[in-house]
């Protein structure tokens, strides 16, 4: 039975259950390198974290451990908190005697039998330590303090009474007038609103708090956890800009092919005793170069390559026969005659260096990844050959050696006056010394398209170079 059309969701539903796709390679590599970033930094954070812990208790234990003995025994003596206690009492009594002035000052509201029995306040007050000092201030400096200290009590006292008091120079407090219109109440003694005889004996220091005794603490050098530091990258991000301008300079090793190809068969001999006469040696490379780099990936270079190799020639003939002729000339110059006057038997032996140089400029395109402090990039292109010059000697069709070099006497030609056009591909791998230096080792081969002789001689010579560049590359944006 064919399920309805409008359930086409269940259908989907239902065959895609439990369908998995794998994820690709390059997504556990992230995965994995953000859990490394995450376990690093916990590690470091959690690290530090208990370095700074551990130096702020240990500095702690050697502050307390080390504190002068002289500081905490002055501080277990100090009579600070006795002294704190005295003049608390010795408030609470003045306050008392003032509340008793302040209901002089206001006879209406004061029950004068009860303000006649008002006893004389005494002093609870026990006697200061004593090892206990005081100092006196202004004029009583040195003497026994005989008055009560005037800014505490003054401070306490109702307006009225604080008035007068300062008019009496802190002295006694004099007794109100009798009120017009009054019952005249029986008189009260003088005694009453006399500030008891203790508050003579409490010195002005009394009522300050002293200062809390210095303590000495040792100073305790403590290394600070070194700050966090970022690590320093060591590769160029690419991803800041969209051209990247990368410089190269490079040298190296190189190894020739040469090739000797005949056009006729008849020439197939000449061919072979050339080859038997000239043998490969070593070839070396160097050049500069500018690489521009678009969207991160995209390479576009040229530059100056030069490439020089030598061959070895050797000819030995041990059957080699000279013949000695003169020449008869005629009047006008004319050779009219021509006589052997000897044929000289002996060995002929020759034996030179071969040399060729050539300068191009290479056309390329590549392509660049990278991972990390490495990568790799692969180029393709050709080259323009400038500059083709070559010296040596080379074994001619009638056997003979005779030299090549150019502008030299009795030279024959050999060899093109340029290369022309060649084919060149290369694969780089670098690695970041700093961030915008690399270096690279980059292996290539170089083909020549066209023959390097001429179209007259029988032997066309082609050159194929393998070779090894060995840089450094310089980034600049």
């Known amino acids: 039975m064919k399920e309805p059309l409008n359930n086409i969701d269940q259908q989907f539903k239902a065959r895609l259950y439990d369908a998995e796709v794998p994820p690709p390679a390059f997504v556990w590599e992230g995965v994995e390198r953000q859990l490394q970033r995450k376990k690093r930094r916990r590690f470091i954070f959690w690290l530090f974290f208990g370095l700074g812990l551990s130096g702020l208790l240990g500095w702690q234990g050697l502050s307390l451990f080390q504190r002068s003995p002289q500081a905490l025994s002055h501080t277990q003596s100090n009579p600070s908190d006795a002294v704190q206690k005295d003049a608390q009492s010795a408030a609470a009594a003045n306050a008392t005697v003032l509340k008793a002035a302040e209901a002089q000052a206001n006879p209406i509201a004061t029950d004068y039998s009860k303000a006649a029995e008002i006893p004389p306040a005494t002093s609870n007050t026990p006697h200061l330590p004593a090892k206990a000092s005081f100092h006196s201030e202004g004029h009583n400096a040195g003497k026994p303090a005989t008055q009560t200290p005037k800014a505490p009590v003054a401070d306490a006292l109702p307006p009225a009474v604080a008035l007068k008091f300062s008019e009496h120079g802190g002295a006694d407090v004099p007794p109100p007038p009798a009120l017009e219109n009054t019952q005249t109440p029986p008189p009260i003694p003088h005694s009453a609103f006399h500030i008891p005889h203790f508050t003579s004996r409490i010195p002005h220091s009394a009522f300050r708090i002293p200062p809390p005794p210095s303590l000495t603490l040792n100073t305790v050098k403590v290394k600070a956890p070194k700050p966090f530091k970022a690590p320093i990258k060591k590769c160029y991000d690419f991803s800041r800009s969209g051209m990247v301008l990368l410089f190269d300079a490079y040298a190296g090793p190189s190894f020739t092919n040469k090739e000797l190809l005949v056009r006729d068969a008849e020439d197939l001999p000449y061919r072979n005793a050339r080859a038997a006469t000239e043998s490969d040696e070593w070839a070396v490379n160097a050049g500069v170069r500018a690489s521009l780099m678009l969207h991160r990936h995209f390479l576009i270079r040229t530059g100056l390559h030069y490439e020089q190799f030598v061959e070895e020639f050797e000819y030995f003939d041990p059957e080699n026969t000279k013949v000695q002729v003169e020449y008869e000339i005629g009047p006008n110059g004319q050779v009219v005659g021509i006589d052997t006057i000897g044929i000289i038997y002996g060995e002929d032996y020759t034996h030179t260096y071969n040399r060729f140089g050539m300068l191009d400029i290479p056309f390329q395109a590549g392509f660049e990844v990278r991972s990390g402090r490495t990568g790799i990039n692969l180029s ?92 450094l590359t310089k980034i600049v944006n």
């Open 380 to 471: 393709a292109g050709g080259s323009v050959n400038l500059l083709f010059w070559k010296r040596g000697a080379i074994l001619t069709s009638l056997d003979n050696p005779e030299y090549f070099t150019p502008g030299k006497d009795n030279s024959v030609a050999v060899f093109k006056q340029r290369a022309g056009l060649s084919a060149m591909g290369s694969v780089q791998w670098f690695y970041h010394v700093k961030p915008r230096i690399r270096v690279f080792i980059e292996p290539y081969y170089r083909q020549v398209i066209q023959p390097v002789s001429i179209q007259t001689h029988p032997v066309e010579q082609r050159y194929g170079v393998w070779g090894l560049r060995l840089g």
